[in-house]
């Protein structure tokens, strides 16, 4: 499901490890872009910081432990954005949105070395806002409506991301995702889209990856790497999914993520469509010049050159 990666490994030229400092040497040079130590890195500060829960820490209990969000939050989460504020201060990435961070240092899966912690980052504030306390029950409005479209009921959503989740080997992620092209190679393009095309998803995902690299906004997520549930349930991945299903799951935030994703989407096709109609309106001219040049050729008439 991951896009082929890029033939020639930039990362190599990352980051050196020597020389760092005292070169304004290229951190990463594609063929669309490029990525430089800034000239003047004494006025950037890289601003990533901490987003808290929208809950206290102690809110999710008995569910999730405090403990666990001490360490969670407090320390992986914290991790995660220190390292990247590190990373990128004084690059061309400072300054840039986190979601564009994530998308230029995926690198066609030739990870970049920022990539791990900006997604991280990323997954992990989703995850939070994934949850609420006195959550969980079924979800409702247009957000029902399509799960039951798509998934045939709530219930057998409910296995599909359970099963994901569980069987997600190692580190990473499940999601609910809603899915704007239906093509399911990488990122390429619908040529042909259409509403019907517009679905939700469930998808797993190893490590940091998430599914904004597929083109596909996520709606919710759990994070099973094992430092989300340890503490609470030891090695029982299973109990902690049902859990987060039956007791935490915010399904108002759900359901605000697919409002703004369907209008997200919407957006992009209207600019798509502009973009498609000024391509064409730059083409007439040329297209009538031709056409007057061709029709005007060997009449001996020089009136519509004056
Ligand atoms: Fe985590």
């Keep these: 499901m991951l896009a082929t990666p890029a033939p020639v490994s930039l990362a190599s030229a990352l980051l050196p490890a020597q020389g760092w400092k005292s070169s304004r040497s290229l951190l990463w040079r594609g063929k669309r872009r490029t990525c430089s130590r800034k000239g003047n890195s004494s006025l950037i500060i890289a601003k990533f910081e901490l987003k808290p829960p929208p809950y206290p820490l102690s809110a999710l209990e008995p569910h999730m432990s405090r403990e666990t969000l001490e360490y969670h939050w407090g320390k992986h989460h914290r991790g995660y954005v220190d390292n990247l504020n590190r990373q990128i201060v004084g690059t061309e990435l400072d300054g840039m949105t986190l ?3 994530i998308t230029i240092t995926y690198n066609k899966g030739d ?3 920022a990539f791990n912690n900006a997604a991280q980052v990323w997954n992990h504030t989703s995850f939070w806002e994934s949850m609420k306390p006195g959550g969980g029950g079924e979800p409702s409005g247009d957000l029902l409506e399509l799960i039951k479209r798509d998934f045939g009921s709530f219930e057998r959503f409910v296995e599909e991301f359970k099963l994901a989740a569980s069987t997600q080997f190692g580190s990473g992620w499940a999601w609910l995702a809603y899915k704007a092209n239906r093509l399911d190679v990488g990122n390429a393009v619908n040529p042909r889209p ?5 679905k939700l998803v469930v998808v797993k ?6 599914p904004l690299l597929w ?3 996520p709606l919710l997520t759990i994070d099973v790497w094992e430092h989300a549930y340890y503490l609470d349930f030891q090695n029982h991945r299973p109990d902690y999914i049902s859990i987060f299903m039956e007791k935490l799951v915010s399904w108002e935030a759900v359901s605000s993520r697919l409002e703004m994703a369907k209008a997200q ?4 096709e ?3 469509e502009r973009r498609k109609r000024a391509e064409e309106e730059e083409q007439m001219p040329y297209s009538e010049a031709v056409k007057m040049y061709l029709e005007s050729d060997g009449d001996g008439d020089d009136s519509e050159a004056e």
């Design 99 to 101: 979601e564009d961070i």
């Design 111 to 113: 990870l970049l070395p």
């Design 194 to 198: 259409s509403e019907e095309d517009k």
């Design 205 to 210: 995902s190893p490590n940091a990856i998430n």
């Design 215 to 217: 083109d596909c906004n």
């Design 265 to 268: 989407v919407a957006n992009r």
């Design 270 to 272: 209207r600019e798509e």
